[in-house]
């Protein structure tokens, strides 16, 4: 490598979104939550925010979608946060399942408590504990500090449409309330959930998240503090071990990047010390992952070699 001579990121950006795009997209849109599936389909964002304080954009990277999973990572935050993390812990595991996000099989068969934050049960589970007297309003409070951007709002059609749907979370919440794993009330918090995951962002949003959980809580261009680092190190570990659902080991090989992706098509990364990124797309694998979005970050990964073992140091860019 050349110290020298940067390379031009905003090209290598570029590059993968018509990387991505070259692959045919035979994923799916959403549609368990109806209202998903009324999206551009054929949309695709990325977003870098760099440590060199630039911004590298490409594509539909101002398109509004909902977070959906991805706020699993800031309900946890704020859990954490306020709730500690002995409380935090002796409701949801930090172990892998290898089953769906939404799978409620392990909640009979394996143990009560949910195997870890980054699946629905897991989630509406850490929504039980946060100690704010008002949870949604306190998690876009923290949303739009992580993000950046003060008019983040929660889309109205979206929160609907989770709610008519949602029965399947409410079952995972009914059994955590009768095990005494959810102590608040049943349709109180998954309403929560539901907004948290109806909130509407986009990929630079997201990017400039990434950017946060890369400088370990830390808002670099503002240089304020906004998450504890000791914070920062579990989610980030979460991430990488359970953020693409049963797809994270596949994931950390090919990528080797924590990454956190939601069923709105957005995928969240963040690349130590260096990279915040988002890719969004709506069309998803069969794990609930964005299609086009996984190939534009594994060529990110590549060719700017972010993979957490690539062992050789990141290029310099301008
Ligand atoms: N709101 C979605 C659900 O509860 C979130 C799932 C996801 O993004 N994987 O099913």
Same mark, same amino acid.
């Given at each position: 490598?050349? !110290?020298?001579?940067?390379? /031009?990121?905003?090209?290598?950006?570029?590059?993968?979104?018509?990387?991505?795009?070259?692959?045919?997209?035979?994923?799916?849109?959403a549609?368990?939550?109806?209202?998903?599936?009324?999206?551009?389909?054929?949309?695709?964002?990325?977003?870098?925010?760099?440590?060199?304080?630039?911004?590298?954009?490409?594509?539909? $990277?101002?398109?509004?979608?909902?977070?959906?999973?991805?706020?699993?990572?800031?309900?946890?935050?704020?859990?954490?946060?306020t709730?500690?993390?002995?409380?935090? #812990?002796?409701?949801?595991?930090?172990?892998?399942?290898?089953?769906p996000?939404n799978?409620i099989?392990?909640?009979?068969?394996?143990?009560?408590?949910?195997?870890?934050?980054?699946?629905?049960?897991?989630?509406?589970?850490?929504?039980?504990?946060?100690?704010?007297?008002?949870? #949604?309003?306190?998690?876009?409070?923290?949303?739009?500090?992580? $993000?950046?951007?003060?008019?983040?709002?929660?889309?109205?059609?979206?929160?609907?449409? %989770?709610?008519i749907?949602?029965?399947?979370?409410?079952?995972? =919440?009914?059994?955590?309330?009768?095990?005494?794993?959810?102590?608040?009330?049943?349709?109180?918090?998954?309403?929560?959930?539901?907004?948290?995951?109806?909130?509407?962002?986009?990929?630079?949003?997201? =990017?400039?998240?990434?950017?946060?959980?890369?400088?370990?809580?830390?808002?670099?261009?503002?240089?304020?503090?906004?998450?504890?680092?000791?914070?920062?190190?579990?989610?980030?570990?979460?991430?990488?071990? $359970?953020?693409?659902?049963?797809?994270?080991?596949?994931?950390?090989?090919?990528?080797?990047?924590?990454?956190?992706?939601?069923?709105?098509?957005?995928?969240?990364?963040?690349? %130590?010390?260096?990279?915040?990124?988002?890719?969004?797309?709506?069309?998803? /694998?069969? !794990?609930?992952?964005?299609?086009?979005?996984? !190939?534009?970050?594994?060529?990110?990964?590549? %060719?700017?070699?972010?993979? #957490? #073992?690539?062992?050789?140091?990141?290029? %310099?860019?301008?």
């Amino acid at each position: 490598m050349n !110290k020298s001579s940067p390379k /031009d990121l905003q090209k290598v950006v570029e590059q993968s979104l018509q990387y991505a795009k070259s692959f045919e997209n035979n994923g799916k849109v959403a549609d368990y939550i109806p209202e998903l599936a009324n999206v551009d389909q054929d949309a695709l964002g990325i977003a870098v925010v760099a440590n060199n304080k630039k911004i590298y954009t490409a594509g539909d $990277c101002q398109k509004l979608f909902t977070i959906q999973s991805i706020a699993k990572t800031i309900s946890l935050i704020l859990a954490l946060q306020t709730a500690g993390k002995e409380k935090v #812990f002796s409701k949801v595991w930090v172990e892998p399942t290898g089953d769906p996000f939404n799978s409620i099989v392990k909640l009979e068969t394996k143990t009560h408590i949910p195997l870890n934050p980054m699946i629905n049960a897991g989630a509406i589970a850490v929504v039980g504990v946060i100690d704010t007297q008002f949870p #949604f309003a306190s998690f876009l409070e923290l949303t739009r500090k992580l $993000c950046n951007r003060d008019d983040i709002y929660l889309s109205e059609k979206v929160y609907l449409s %989770e709610r008519i749907s949602g029965n399947r979370n409410r079952a995972m =919440a009914y059994l955590l309330k009768s095990e005494g794993v959810l102590e608040k009330d049943v349709e109180e918090t998954v309403d929560i959930y539901f907004k948290m995951c109806s909130v509407e962002v986009n990929a630079i949003d997201l =990017a400039y998240f990434g950017s946060v959980l890369a400088n370990d809580g830390v808002n670099i261009f503002t240089g304020e503090r906004i998450v504890e680092d000791w914070i920062v190190t579990i989610v980030k570990t979460l991430m990488v071990t $359970c953020g693409m659902y049963d797809g994270s080991g596949e994931f950390a090989i090919n990528v080797g990047i924590p990454a956190k992706s939601g069923v709105g098509g957005g995928i969240l990364c963040a690349v %130590e010390e260096n990279f915040g990124i988002c890719a969004y797309s709506p069309k998803l /694998d069969d !794990k609930g992952s964005s299609v086009w979005g996984l !190939k534009a970050i594994e060529y990110l990964s590549k %060719e700017m070699k972010l993979h #957490f #073992f690539a062992g050789s140091e990141i290029n %310099e860019y301008y």
